[in-house]
């Protein structure tokens, strides 16, 4: 007869490079999580809304959004992962593949790259990760690098600086549908804004987005549909515990919501003709967000360029920013803005010559 | 380099009778719009509920409840008729078509039948719209018209009181499936209410629904849900920086919020054995509802009628009243109940004689 | 001319052992109810979770999860039974059948077993029920009895305490897919937790499960969507005229939730492995729950022993527990335990020798 508090994840000292995570559970998008999480973040591409304008661009049925299959994915990761983690430092080199459509399902497999513990703490490091998710077929719907910092259990635990030589290479593109001449994409040109085809963007400029969005506690469940269990979003009793111990002494919200939401909050200007993202080379959560703050997002354009191989498309190498505002404190005037999230961003847009005659 | 902060929506000087809006995203029905919405409702017609009863009675398979109908196509002409709008004041003859079901993709096109500029107010002045919502096939799903007061971006511009002289006309009558001898219809009868076929119903009677419902904030991502973007329903930090500009100084709920909820409240008593709404004549929201008010619904019965070429079908007018209860001010005794909500509804209801036996 | 306030459900003296109720409503399982409630729950056991993986272990798809099963069914009896009720006193030998799917019709039906007024107060007595709830092609999906104490509506109506002398006897034994040789369950055994087969187990242990979820408000809409439509749960203005009369002087959180919840709470550590739950014998609400509440759970493995007639399985019989805390009293320290939910549970589980190798 035992008490047993079974801990799930791993420690520092837990990880080498070279090993590889099959990681658990799996996850068949539904049209619930679809519905939920796709029209949460505030999108306004008909591929994500719109069956049939996806069939006519050449897609099986709805897309899944980008930013959904980045949490789905991701998600399945965190248990193995950064269950233990104090901080997700950084997204490097996030690159999308097969399309995900409802009824897919995603499985996630990472590999240790580099563990670096800390030189100034010995309770922490750095581990640094490479993850892929494919769907059923087999093929890379998305591959990406991340930097966590993590707990150590053992604070004696003697923990090398090490360093795969070689990183594991994915091959992660994306499978745009091919344009089809007289597909007759102009009849429903009228289902995305006309002033999103890659004709419209100059290098330099910024877009102030003008919608926001306030994040209430329904980022407990939408936590919860991505099967991220982190306590940190979602067991009020442990934060009350010891408030101090906890950012803002609050239910911290998932970053995956805001980033989500960024995405979203862009759309109607940068992303309403984007048939797909291609990369993101950095990323990363510069400011906490809890229940009550409303989102912004700003994009910047940083460069314009050809797509590879494809006349009807472009590409558009952007920063999307998300914001939100704080109260003043004394001889502040006013709401002060506050940085949450940072982008790198480059995605395939299509040509208005090619798809609004 | 420019920042650019784009603005949608059309102002008042933006609209001339004769204009058709081909409306952006159109909206496929998932399980899980349908779920979150359809049962949020509180709906109890099986119709909405059972597969396997709507197959039984000639559907194709679930049926999506007009309230939700009306909520998906009316958000698809937010955008571009009512973005900048101050209040909507009237919905008009909205008429009830082809069956729509799970799956299913819904467009929106509306047509600006009058504009008429405030003889007191130089910043506003009356739309007068005709929209009409189809599915895949081309079939009309619903047919309505509505009057909104907007906003002018430009005070000094001159908007000429015009209509059109003809209205569009748009063939908008229910299918409802036909009756079939020998279909068993009695078997699961015991699935709805045996109180509510057309020979229970007596003109001139009054139903007060029993069930109220409150309404959280949860409001937000159901508004989300169906692509309503409208800043006053979602963008928290927006009407905290000017709290005396909008309506109780507060996030207001959707109209469509309420409206589905009270045709649903009043469901277990007036439409659990109705295979469709025909018309709506007239309504309007009659006062504003914010997260924390329970709403309740009324139910006058103003005729019962038989249904043009039906035997086993009847009509009832119906006028659908919501309400909501505020506190007392000083002198006042107990809470005070506040009308929100106003429908003049006519709907198609079994008769027993048919379906019961 | 009349005003009609219909009230729903039957008090203590319209029951008499015997009697059948045919439920209204049904309800087919939709991808948005299976996703909301699911994922709420924190289940990990992949069968809920992934379909390609439920596939691989024989059945059709994405299984519903037991407390999803009786949620659904358990909420088509509230109206008839327990719409008056004062408390739902205990659930007692629920059994679960045939697998249910998304897209799965679901309807139930109820006999009165036993009627019992109660001896010291005249105003109330106990119902004794036993339930069962069919898919369409009329297998049985789970079989249960309850004792639930219901109101009078007039306390001077004689009610006589009777029994049935015969039970209803339903068959109802889970249908788990047959163990296939060679059907490569080894591949797919990383996406549950490891240590979580018959092997693992040892009468005797307790398992205090690591993770905690708080129930915000969301438990409105989740009590909705199971059609559950019991005014004590989402009647705010009822209980705000009156909160002496209700328990805590809040809207009470449907029973139905928390045990959801502790089902999912225990599943990484019990149920990752477990193909179906077999029989619940007995199971009570010990304590409330409201909105804010973390929620807890522990489980006691009481027995370990053979699945009868399957070599690749055994059966688990344990108590599952939930538990909160609240606020410390004068002279108390810390928060205090407090227990909400108690049931006795019998699962069945896989064995390593048969699934991991």
């Not at 233990?84 to 499985?107: K, S």
């Not at 930097?147 to 091959?171: G, I, R």
């Not at 999103?196 to 969005?213: I, K, N, Q």
């Not at 409303?294 to 999307?320: H, K, M, N, Q, W």
Request: aromatic share 8%; glycine share 10%.
């Amino acid at each position: 007869m035992a008490t047993i508090t079974k801990k799930r994840g791993n420690y520092l000292e837990d990880f080498e490079p070279g090993q590889v995570f099959r990681h658990k559970g799996g996850k068949t998008v539904t049209e619930g999580l679809f519905c939920s999480f796709t029209d949460f973040s505030m999108t306004t591409n008909p591929l994500h809304k719109n069956a049939e304008y996806a069939k006519l661009h050449g897609y099986e049925g709805l897309v899944v959004p980008p930013g959904l299959v980045m949490n789905i994915v991701f998600s399945q990761t965190v248990e193995d992962i950064s269950e233990n983690a104090r901080a997700n430092l950084e997204y490097i080199n996030m690159r999308f593949g097969a399309p995900v459509y409802v009824g897919d399902t995603l499985e996630a497999e990472t590999t240790i790259v580099g563990v670096k513990p800390s030189s100034s703490n010995n309770d922490r490091g750095v581990v640094h990760v490479s993850s892929v998710g494919r769907k059923q077929d087999g093929s890379v719907v998305i591959a990406f690098e991340r930097k966590v910092q993590v707990w150590k259990s053992d604070f004696e635990a003697a923990v090398a600086d090490a360093e795969l030589t070689e990183k594991p290479q994915v091959e992660c593109t994306p499978e745009i549908p091919a344009y089809r001449d007289g597909a007759g994409y102009g009849d429903s040109a009228h289902l995305s804004n006309s002033d999103t085809y890659l004709e419209d963007f100059t290098a330099g400029d910024v877009y102030e987005h003008s919608r926001g969005r306030v994040v209430t506690d329904e980022h407990i469940p939408l936590t919860g549909q991505l099967d991220n269990t982190s306590q940190v979003h979602c067991n009020q009793f442990l934060i009350d515990q010891n408030p101090k111990k906890y950012i803002g002494g609050r239910l911290i919200v998932y970053g995956g919501v805001p980033f989500n939401l960024c995405l979203g909050l862009s759309c109607p200007d940068i992303a309403d003709n984007s048939p797909a993202d291609i990369v993101y080379t950095t990323g990363r959560h510069v400011g906490p967000v809890f229940a009550g703050d409303t989102v912004f997002a700003s994009t910047e354009i940083r460069e314009v360029r050809d797509y590879p191989g494809r006349d009807d498309l472009g590409v558009l190498a952007t920063t999307l920013r998300g914001h939100k505002f704080r109260a003043p404190k004394d001889g502040e005037e006013g709401p002060q803005k506050v940085d949450i999230f940072y982008l790198e961003r480059e995605l395939a847009v299509r040509r208005r010559s090619h798809y609004a005659r």
